[in-house]
């Protein structure tokens, strides 16, 4: 039986403001499942005619997958919603790209006839549910990824370092001021405003506010403030800190997906489509190298090459291994096309929420530059792997 695929759309994208992991951080005292469920509630509420019970399911990610994240958080955040009991919903893993996978998978779900309206996207309390939180590592583990590098992220980018100098640590912290200076310059832009749904929260001090902002930016970092940093993955020489590396960070982000007959009746405005995916998986103690590999398959399924690509969200775990990919992906770290509203290393990677928060600032790029046709979003994953999807503009001249 001959079966044509459907395109796939992404009709809208929002994501949470993003605090900081740990007493002092906004969500503290606010659990993942309530970080998701007003996503849910956005996406309908901006997006009428679309109803909770046209959802087909809802592909949620989350990398610690245990307490207020276990128990399938993705089937459990719709009844927090007030959405009764119709709607599926499952949990993916692939720590950082958890997200970006649910979205990827979502695409596939829709494109192969399997459902036409869905939504993915993903959670990470690292403050309620630290990395490496409740884990069990096989007594092989370190033999096989290679040494116990392979287990600390932060570890597995002075690696990068290592095997390949020509990355210094005085280039990631350049990288660093300007990320830090074009995330200041989107925030004051207020890019961010359209895409952070507010929610209310309590404080470690019992005081209430609505978080509507990123906590992690740190607006006029220097090159001269970030000499001073500690090297907490390698006290002697080490070169990464914790102003050239994304931060522990709470956080959610959701990506309404549709098939294009789907949204024609319904008479919705998709954003963007979905082109291609793909994922790869490299050596684990060099992990945040494998968006290469990913991003070179995404296209060759494509049949475009980096210079197709308009507009570039990469996720910045360390600036080393962004370094590392732009570079072999034949980009210059200060191309206009790269992370032009700032990257993780100012607003935070809540690991699962990040690859959905990249499709969002695509999404409002993609808004912003009529003319730019494609474009790429990409992430590393700890133990050795990348994940790629290449989306289409629908709203190019
Ligand atoms: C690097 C890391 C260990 C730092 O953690 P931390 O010590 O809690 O970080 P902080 O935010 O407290 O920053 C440490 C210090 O650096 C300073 N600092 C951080 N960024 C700065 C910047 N851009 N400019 C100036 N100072 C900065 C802070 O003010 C702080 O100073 P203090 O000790 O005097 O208060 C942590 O962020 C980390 O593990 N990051 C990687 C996360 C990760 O692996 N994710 C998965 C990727 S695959």
Excluded at 85 to 113: H, N, V
Excluded at 140 to 150: F, H, N, P, Y
Excluded at 207 to 219: E, F, L, S, V, W
Excluded at 388 to 397: A, C, G, H, R
Aim: aromatic residues 6%; negative net charge; proline residues 6%.
């Amino acid at each position: 039986m001959a079966r044509n695929l459907n395109e796939v759309m992404v009709i809208d994208a929002v994501r949470t403001a993003f605090g900081r992991a740990g007493e002092k951080g906004i969500f503290w005292k606010t659990r993942a499942d309530d970080l998701s469920a007003p996503l849910l509630k956005a996406l309908i509420e901006r997006n009428p005619p679309v109803r909770p019970e046209m959802v087909e399911d809802i592909l949620w990610g989350a990398t610690n997958q245990v307490k207020e994240q276990g128990g399938t958080i993705g089937r459990f955040i719709s009844m927090l919603a007030d959405w009764g009991w119709e709607i599926p919903g499952c949990s993916i893993d692939r720590m950082c790209a958890s997200g970006l996978t649910s979205i990827a998978l979502g695409a596939s779900y829709i494109a192969t006839d399997m459902a036409d309206c869905l939504i993915t996207g993903g959670v990470e309390h690292m403050g309620h549910l630290p990395m490496g939180f409740m884990r069990d590592p096989h007594p092989r583990a370190e033999e096989v990824m290679g040494d116990a590098s392979a287990f600390n992220m932060g570890m597995t980018a002075e690696n990068i370092h290592d095997r390949y100098p020509e990355f210094t640590k005085d280039m990631a912290d350049q990288y660093t001021v300007a990320c830090q200076n074009k995330a200041d310059a989107a925030i004051r832009a207020e890019k961010m405003k359209d895409m952070i749904i507010p929610i209310e929260v309590e404080l470690a001090d019992g005081t209430k506010m609505i978080a509507d902002k990123d906590q992690q930016p740190r607006p006029g970092t220097t090159m001269e403030t970030l000499a001073t940093l500690k090297t907490p993955f390698r006290q002697e020489k080490g070169r990464v800190t914790a102003g050239n590396a994304s931060g522990l960070n709470d956080g959610a982000a959701a990506v309404l997906l549709m098939s294009e007959k789907r949204a024609i009746t319904m008479g919705l405005t998709p954003k963007m489509r979905w082109v291609s995916s793909a994922v790869a998986a490299v050596d684990p103690r060099v992990m945040g190298t494998a968006p290469v590999p990913a991003t070179l398959k995404a296209l060759a399924k494509a049949g475009l090459t980096m210079n197709d690509m308009d507009i570039i969200e990469i996720n910045e775990a360390f600036a080393v291994q962004a370094l590392y990919c732009l570079d072999r992906l034949g980009v210059k770290p200060d191309d206009p096309r790269v992370n032009q509203w700032g990257g993780a290393i100012a607003y935070g990677h809540p690991l699962a929420a990040s690859g959905p928060r990249l499709v969002a600032f695509l999404m409002g790029l993609f808004k912003e530059n009529p003319e730019a046709r494609y474009g790429l979003t990409t992430m590393c994953v700890g133990r050795g792997q990348g994940c790629s999807v290449i989306w289409e503009n629908l709203l190019e001249k």
